[in-house]
């Protein structure tokens, strides 16, 4: 069965680090760009960012840029999301997904204290 696994997300405080695994399994995450998105309970959906691939080309929403690393490592199957100089503002569940396949995971949820 195919199924994404987010894992990582935790309490950070303002200025603090977490860095978010999601895990595939039932399939081949290289044959799929991958994105990560964000909601705030209440709110709507979020992109925060996505990578080809082969992960030579990443793209990140102005709200996390120069802040949020997105990587991959498709030999263990596994995207990653480094998160940097937090903010309250990050407080979100973050999921990871493929939109025109329909693969989400479950979400994880990051809290950043001010």
């Known amino acids: 069965q195919e199924q994404l696994v987010e894992s990582g997300g935790g309490l950070a405080q303002h200025g603090g680090s977490l860095r978010v695994s999601c895990a595939a399994y039932?399939?081949?995450?290289?044959?799929?760009?991958m994105y990560w998105v964000r909601q705030v309970p209440g709110k709507g959906l979020e992109w925060v960012s996505n990578?080809?691939?082969?992960?030579?080309?990443?793209h990140y929403a102005d709200s996390v840029k120069g802040r949020f690393t997105i990587s991959r490592d498709n030999a263990k199957n596994t995207l990653y999301l480094q998160m940097n100089s937090l903010k309250p503002e990050d407080t979100a569940l973050y999921y990871c997904?493929?939109?025109?396949?329909?693969?989400w995971g479950q979400g994880t949820l990051v809290t950043v204290s001010s």
């Open positions: 990578i080809e691939n082969g992960g030579g080309s990443t």
């Open positions: 039932g399939f081949t995450l290289s044959s799929y760009w």
């Open positions: 997904g493929d939109p025109p396949s329909g693969y």
